[in-house]
């Protein structure tokens, strides 16, 4: 049977090319190599990628999505649960436990007379997975649809790995080492996935990093012409463009808070939120997810947003001009956190 042109092979194995001119093994092999080692290399990445895009799982993603929403209302827990406190989501803190102690466990269980030891890790791991699981479905519960998608899956392995740590510690417990090591050495397999798919949702898709828009390249540039005075409706919400930036305005008489109008969270459009007070303090809350941040210098009182909202001085000149500039940060106790006195 004839072979097609550029598949014909002579009998010493060397390849043809489709003029019938033999081609050497180490150019075959470069002709291949890139195109193999990109394949291979996007393989994880397409995977991650096609769970994005994956409706099958909108359904569990809802409905456990309003079990943990019902579960943490609004307030200190749930901001702890978030971060708020610290300053940046708790979750990528807490996970390094963990994996860190499974990861030891299982390196520990290729040398003798570490049984005891390794034991104690994989307890240890598995103790601190349940803090490390609390935080992550409180992020996670505040996520956009497509990010939720990949959220669920990485879930689920790191549910599967605590699953089969538990049970290597138990085997090991009742005596059963060899089994105890399989174990740990599969919960392992499984939480690196989780891991992958974890790295993809934060660093591919933004979970967690601030999405407010950066200003602290204009301080040096000093103030800035935003808007006639008049332009502003008096205690209602605005947004304004201050060249490429677009920022949130609240006019009250002849004060005007100013702040970055996509919010740090997942940059929802803050001029669409409302108006509250949080412990004696204006704050604008967020229409998407509900951060609120206070409206003289963007600090977060409620998550799930953890990064300070980037906030301007204004000023009004003589021809009523509204100008801004970035605001110098600088640290103020909240209301409930002042000293009586």
């Known amino acids: 049977m004839r072979q097609p042109l550029g598949r014909r092979s002579r009998r ?42 994956a409706p099958v799982l909108d359904r569990p993603v809802r ?5 943990v929403v019902r579960a943490l209302p609004p307030g200190p827990r749930t901001d702890a649960l978030h971060g708020v406190p610290f300053g940046q989501p708790a979750h990528p803190a807490l996970i390094r436990m963990p994996l860190g102690c499974w990861t030891s466990a299982v390196l520990l269980d290729l040398f ?28 996670w519960s505040a996520l956009h649809r497509h990010q939720q998608r990949v959220g669920l ?16 510690l138990l085997a090991r417990v009742t005596g059963r080492r060899g089994d105890g090591k399989l174990l740990s050495a599969s919960g392992l397999a499984v ?13 591919r898709l933004g979970a967690g990093a601030s999405h407010a828009e950066p200003i602290d390249h204009l301080a040096a540039l ?22 490429y930036l677009s920022l949130l305005a609240l006019r009250q008489g002849e004060t ?32 998407w997810h509900g951060s609120t941040f206070r409206l003289d210098d963007g600090a977060v009182m409620h998550g799930p947003a953890t990064a300070r909202q980037p906030a301007f001085e204004s000023r009004i000149t003589d021809s009523a001009w509204v100008q ?8 103020r106790a909240r209301p409930e956190e002042a000293k009586p006195g």
């Open 12 to 53: 010493d194995g060397t390849r043809l090319d489709g003029t019938g001119t033999p081609v050497s093994r180490d150019r075959a092999r470069r002709r291949r190599g890139p195109a193999l080692s990109a394949l291979s290399a996007s393989r994880p990445a397409a995977l991650a990628e096609r769970i994005e895009r």
């Open 63 to 67: 409905v456990l999505s309003d079990t």
């Open 112 to 139: 003798r007379g570490t049984d005891r030891a390794a034991g104690t890790l994989v307890a240890v791991g598995l103790a601190a997975a349940v803090p490390s699981a609390a935080t992550g479905l409180a992020d």
């Open 153 to 168: 899956v990485h879930a689920i392995s790191q549910a599967g790995a605590t699953m089969l740590f538990g049970a290597s």
């Open 191 to 203: 939480a690196t996935v989780g891991a992958y798919l974890g790295g993809h949702l934060a660093l």
């Open 222 to 243: 000093g103030w800035h012409d935003l808007c006639p005075l008049d332009d502003l409706p008096d205690g209602h919400l605005a947004r304004r463009q201050l060249g």
């Open 256 to 287: 005007v808070h100013v702040l970055s109008d996509h919010c740090a969270h997942l940059g929802g459009p803050l001029h669409q939120g409302r108006v509250v007070t949080v412990h004696g303090a204006l704050c604008v809350t967020c229409p």
């Open 324 to 331: 801004v500039r970035p605001q110098a940060r600088r640290h």
